[in-house]
């Protein structure tokens, strides 16, 4: 008797939602596919391959304890290296009477399923990706008309939709939509974070990291220590130890960087919830629910924690998967600074006497992990000021970091970071000099540069690709309201000050490039 077969993808490992949320074994015969094609095509951190195969053998154990009938196609297959040649292999191998498989998150995915299924007279049924917690008519008419899309509006909107955070009279808790204000201050070094918890590799995930040894030899990356959660047991054990141990310091040091600190207070909560392990809205309910149960007390939870939190999931992540959904095609390709220079070395651990840099990404190479800001304030900052193509910055992001899949990167490399878009997602560019680290960080104090220094060989290098920036494209920025203050002020600099600002940034620059900086 034929089968119903359900293709079960490496971002959606989920019973909480989607096909698997009721059904039994009877119902479908279950299919997963290790993509060699995907895992080739760029040079993956070793413990992003090593997260996403592991969970997905452990979701498939898991399936198969509970009495599912699991075909899992192992990267290694001779006849299968991507979804469509595996679907075409199951096909022809086992003559299922239909294929199930809810919406995938990444474009591009769906499309070679379609045209494998056609060419094997199979029948294809597409489901709903329930992974998130705003619909997409919810987006969409929202959108409508905008030339401009602002996460603050459409947070507000998802904010009434699902009564997060909301009074009964239809106002915001605490009063105020945003305390995003209060999400600023600089690191408290006398604080120390406690650790995230890591969980050790058992012999499925030993198993995954000798294939990685021996078929993988282009990854990048520390393969070992790795300690992510791969099963939905790790992911709830994370989520508990942040709210428990880091929750209440989240929103004041959110955007601080120390040094030696990996994750400060964040979550890390985008891997699990990443790999489908987790779910948004669970994670918002949990954090809502917690923070009741401990005011009043010692532990309780400020507004600007648990308003910040809350924006990050409900907010920014939501609206990251909607741009992707209707505009990632055209972001993917945008380009209006018309930024051309190649990824540093420095970002592949080249030495660089930049400590920001050099310290943020040895973090990267030993955990392929940074924390957003990190990301946004030192990556992507330093890569916008050089002219890096906002292209191959997708790329490098997209390789390097454990979180990273192609919906969440191309908005927020190609928008959020790198303005590549002209200012569709982002009111002004994310920009900023050496002062900004020195005061966010405490990179500055063990740097042979100095912030405070404006010409001669301790200046920090990045105070002069900011303004060699900010004069380049001054003419664009000139009409922004939020810049033009800046235009303004660099325009008033007298022409030999501005001529030694260029002569400085391009030969560091070069430096830079070359591995000599």
Known sequence: MTRKVL???????TRQVGPLSTAQPDDFDVLMIESRGILEALPHHAQKLTLVLSAMRHFARELEQDGFHV???RHDHPEVAAFASGVAWYAKTFAPS???????NDHGVLEPIEAACQSMGLDLHVHPNDLWVTPNDLF????????????????????RATGILMEDDGTPAGGQWNYDAENRASPDLSLTPPEVPTFEPDPITSEVQDEIRAHFPHVWGDLEPFGWPVTRKDALATLDAFLRDRFQNFGTYQDAIVIGETTLWHSTLSVPLNLGLLHPREVLDAAVSHAESVRGTPDEIPINSLEGFVRQILGWREFMHHVYRTDGAALREANVLEAHA?????FWEAATSLNCLSTTVDQLKRTGYTHHIQR???LGNIAQLLGVHPKALLEWFTATHVDALDW???????????YADGGMLTSKPYAAGANYIHRMSNACASCRFNPKVREGDDACPITDWY?????KHQDRFASNQRMRMIVSSWRKRDSEGKARVASRSASSMESLQSGQL
């Open 7 to 13: 293709l079960v993808l490496g971002d959606q490992l």
């Open 71 to 73: 075909s899992y196609v």
């Open 98 to 104: 239909s294929l199930h498989l809810m919406t995938p």
């Open 140 to 159: 969409d008419q929202w959108r409508e008309g905008r030339k401009t899309l602002r996460l603050e509006y459409f947070y507000r909107e998802a904010r």
């Open 342 to 346: 190649p990824v540093p070395p420095a």
């Open 376 to 378: 946004l304030m030192i």
């Open 408 to 418: 969440v990167m191309v908005p927020n490399v190609m928008a959020m970071s790198q």
């Open 467 to 471: 303004w060699a920036f900010i004069d």
